[in-house]
């Protein structure tokens, strides 16, 4: 695997980022327990997610992604994993519930 500095950071990511939007949506948690360990064997060590992904779901808040990443943490060394996350997406209908409000 091959691996870059990102920005000014000091961390070494792999230039193959694992996506996640999939999580807790068309990959359950098992599912997407074992696309990570896989992720891991090959190298990747990076991981994009956001907490809106599966907010699109009937029922469903958002934040599964980030959900499923944490308890796949849970017993890892985290010093091996780089997550990206985002902000600014709609979370809740209202005035606080998107952009960069403080709540």
């Given at each position: 695997?091959?691996y870059?500095?990102?920005?000014?950071?000091?961390?070494?990511?792999?230039?193959?980022?694992?996506?996640?939007?999939?999580?807790?949506?068309?990959?359950?948690?098992?599912?997407?327990?074992?696309?990570?360990?896989?992720?891991?064997?090959?190298?990747?060590?990076?991981?994009?997610?956001?907490?809106?992904?599966?907010?699109?779901?009937?029922?469903?808040?958002?934040?599964?992604s980030?959900?499923?990443?944490?308890t796949?943490?849970?017993?890892?060394?985290?010093?091996?994993?780089?997550?990206?996350?985002?902000?600014?997406?709609?979370?809740?209908?209202?005035?606080?519930?998107?952009?960069?409000?403080?709540?």
């Amino acid at each position: 695997m091959l691996y870059t500095k990102l920005g000014h950071t000091g961390l070494k990511v792999s230039r193959l980022c694992l996506g996640t939007m999939t999580f807790g949506w068309s990959a359950d948690e098992k599912t997407s327990h074992a696309i990570m360990d896989k992720a891991i064997e090959v190298g990747i060590n990076f991981f994009d997610t956001a907490d809106i992904y599966s907010r699109w779901i009937p029922g469903n808040s958002g934040g599964e992604s980030e959900r499923i990443i944490g308890t796949w943490l849970t017993g890892k060394d985290r010093r091996n994993v780089v997550i990206a996350t985002k902000v600014r997406g709609k979370m809740w209908d209202g005035v606080n519930g998107e952009g960069l409000s403080r709540h």
